[in-house]
Nanobody, 127 residues
Framework: QVQLVEAGGGLVQAGDSLRLSCEAS????????MGWFRRAPGKERECVAA????????GYADSLKGRFTISRDNAKNTLYLQMSSLKPEDTAVYYC????????????????????WGQGTQVTVSS
């Protein structure tokens, strides 16, 4: 059974940094592309960042480039999201997601492209 467990969320102040992690189990994640998504109150779930199987290719939402960094450690089956210079508009529930891909350099950014999801971790940024 595939399990994704996010951790690292919390309440922080604007300008602070936070590191989220997503520990995966139940499959060989070195064959998976992975992504971070978020859902802010009253908004649709959106892709924050995504990463290819090897970690060599990454993609980010345009509005987040330079502040967020996605990375992965396949030996630990763990995905990370380093967030810096946080803003109140970053307040959301953050989810990790995985899907198999046969292509080492590919990543996906659409919600419907992912097969497995974590339960989410709340990030709240106060002004």
């Amino acid at each position: 059974q595939v399990q994704l467990v996010e951790a690292g969320g919390g309440l922080v102040q604007a300008g602070d940094s936070l590191r989220l992690s997503c520990e995966a189990s139940g499959r060989t994640f070195s064959s998976d592309t992975m992504g971070w998504f978020r859902r802010a109150p009253g908004k649709e779930r959106e892709c924050v960042a995504a990463i290819s199987r090897s970690g060599g290719n990454t993609g980010y939402a345009d509005s987040l480039k330079g502040r967020f960094t996605i990375s992965r450690d396949n030996a630990k089956n763990t995905l990370y999201l380093q967030m810096s210079s946080l803003k109140p508009e970053d307040t959301a529930v953050y989810y990790c997601a995985v899907r198999f891909t046969a292509y080492s350099g590919t990543y996906y950014t659409k919600t419907g492209e992912y097969a497995y999801w974590g339960q989410g971790t709340q990030v709240t940024v106060s002004s």
